[in-house]
């Protein structure tokens, strides 16, 4: 989601799920394995997946990781609906 006309904090936000705790895991540690080889990104994380709610901030881009219930229930997409959706994959 492209949200740089709207927040002054980062430019995207990538929003996506996962089914257990175990896969939200795996997701942040991917993107944030991937973000270090890069050698571009230095990310932060906060939240847990017992959570349901991972957040990654990597600068430009910030990653919500979700399980489904959080994401209904926080419904960032909703939130922030002046920002530009530039992929919906399901």
Same mark, same amino acid.
């Given at each position: 989601? =492209?949200?740089? @006309?709207?927040?002054? $904090?980062?430019?995207? $936000?990538?929003?996506?799920?996962?089914?257990? #705790?175990?896969?939200?895991?795996?997701?942040? =540690?991917?993107?944030?394995?991937?973000? &270090?080889?890069?050698? @571009?990104?230095?990310?932060?994380? !906060?939240? @847990?997946?017992?959570?349901?709610?991972?957040? %990654?901030?990597?600068? =430009?881009?910030?990653?919500? %990781? $979700?399980?489904?219930?959080?994401? !209904?229930?926080?419904?960032? @997409?909703? +939130?922030? #609906? &002046?920002? &530009?959706?530039? +992929?919906?994959?399901?």
């Amino acid at each position: 989601m =492209d949200i740089q @006309e709207i927040a002054s $904090f980062t430019d995207y $936000f990538i929003i996506c799920s996962g089914t257990s #705790d175990r896969m939200l895991s795996s997701l942040v =540690d991917t993107i944030t394995e991937t973000a &270090k080889k890069k050698g @571009e990104l230095l990310s932060k994380s !906060e939240g @847990e997946a017992s959570g349901g709610w991972i957040l %990654v901030d990597l600068g =430009d881009i910030i990653l919500h %990781v $979700f399980s489904p219930d959080q994401r !209904e229930y926080y419904q960032l @997409e909703r +939130l922030w #609906d &002046k920002g &530009k959706v530039l +992929l919906h994959v399901q």
